[in-house]
Nanobody
Framework: QVQLVESGGGSVQAGGSLRLSCATS????????MGWFRQAPGKEREGVAG????????????YYGDSVKGRFTVSQDNSKNTVYLQMNSLIPEDTARYYC??????????????????WGQGTQVTVSS
């Protein structure tokens, strides 16, 4: 069973920053496409960002949804088997529950939610105006 553990959510004022973390096993971290998704109440889940570490096959990659380009950055820490989502210039529209997910099938299909078979429990991000 793939385990994905998110942390780092919280409440922040508009313009502020938060960093989310997603820890997983070395196996999943090195072989899977890792995605960040979010879902606000009454809205569909959407893809925010993604990263493939490239440790197993080479050829790392990243992905950003249009709504977060230039504000969010996804990164990795190979020593901790953890991927991060640095969120800057937060706006109230970023308020949602954020999920980390893994897709073991290459090539990465970051914008395809059904491709991601394993999901974390999510962490809440609230941005006030």
């Amino acid at each position: 069973q793939v385990q994905l553990v998110e942390s780092g959510g919280g409440s922040v004022q508009a313009g502020g920053s938060l960093r989310l973390s997603c820890a997983t096993s070395k196996y999943t971290y090195s072989r899977s496409c890792m995605g960040w998704f979010r879902q606000a109440p009454g809205k569909e889940r959407e893809g925010v960002a993604g990263i493939y570490t490239g440790l197993y096959t080479g050829g790392s990659s990243t992905y950003y949804g249009d709504s977060v380009k230039g504000r969010f950055t996804v990164s990795q820490d190979n020593s901790k088997n953890t991927v991060y989502l640095q969120m800057n210039s937060l706006i109230p529209e970023d308020t949602a529950r954020y999920y980390c997910a893994a897709d073991p099938i290459l090539p990465c299909r970051y914008s395809s939610i059904p491709s991601f078979s394993d999901w974390g429990q999510g962490t809440q991000v609230t941005v006030s105006s």
